[in-house]
């Protein structure tokens, strides 16, 4: 709200534009997974992920609805990495069934949210998988942590997995670049195993 007239007009303006653009990406399955795959990912945690894969180690990667998490989801796909999504089922079972197909077909496999779902998950992630997880949404029962100055209740499950199965936690982004189509994708410093709530806050 501090921000002037101009700005904010600006910062609606590609808002907007971008969820456009991100529309159309998720619906675009094998073709945008297709570019996605030509991106080169960089950033001081790449070398420990390809660590893990080689050895075989349980990661949890860390992102949250900003850029596009399906760019680097396709994209380590694409390089040999086995990575799994979690997703929620919409409620329409026709939108679901076009929505899971799409997302599917950017890269699998993923499990829906649920009992059945999560037992699929941590089979998947005990054998050595890469689960990509979005920590950026309010949970009522999550834990209070600080995020831009305010407090914001978080879930910690994914710390507490990582802490339990002995996987790698790993932030990563994929950020769109000016020309609008392509995604700079940075992998973070892994963060330290230390407890739950420490490791949430660093996310």
Same mark, same amino acid.
């Given at each position: 709200?501090?921000?002037p007239e101009a700005e904010k007009r600006r910062v609606c303006r590609a808002v907007a534009d971008h969820f456009g653009r991100s529309l159309i990406e998720l619906h675009s399955g094998r073709d945008f997974a297709e570019r996605a795959a030509r991106f080169t990912p960089s950033g001081p945690g790449l070398a420990a992920l390809n660590e893990a894969h080689a050895e075989g180690r349980p990661v949890?990667?860390?992102s949250a609805h900003f850029g596009n998490y399906d760019a680097w989801r396709a994209n380590? !796909?694409? %390089? *040999?990495f086995a990575v799994g999504g979690l997703y929620k089922p919409m409620s329409n079972p026709?939108? +679901? %069934? %076009?929505y899971v197909k799409t997302i599917e077909s950017i890269? !699998?496999?993923l499990f829906p %949210? *649920?009992?059945? *779902?999560?037992s699929d998950m941590i089979r998947f992630l005990r054998k050595g998988g890469m689960l990509g997880l979005l920590g950026d949404q309010h949970m009522s029962h999550g834990e209070l942590v600080d995020f831009l100055g305010k407090p914001a209740r978080t879930a910690t499950s994914a710390a507490k997995m990582a802490l339990k199965y002995k996987a790698l936690l790993v932030p990563l982004y994929?950020?769109? +670049?000016?020309d609008g189509l392509t995604f700079t994708i940075e992998v973070?410093?892994?963060?330290p195993h230390s407890d739950a709530l420490t490791m949430t806050q660093a996310i």
């Open positions: 709200p501090d921000l949890i990667l860390i380590l !796909s694409a %390089r *040999g026709a939108t +679901n %069934r %076009r890269a !699998s496999p %949210r *649920g009992a059945e *779902g999560m994929a950020t769109r +670049n000016p973070e410093t892994p963060i």
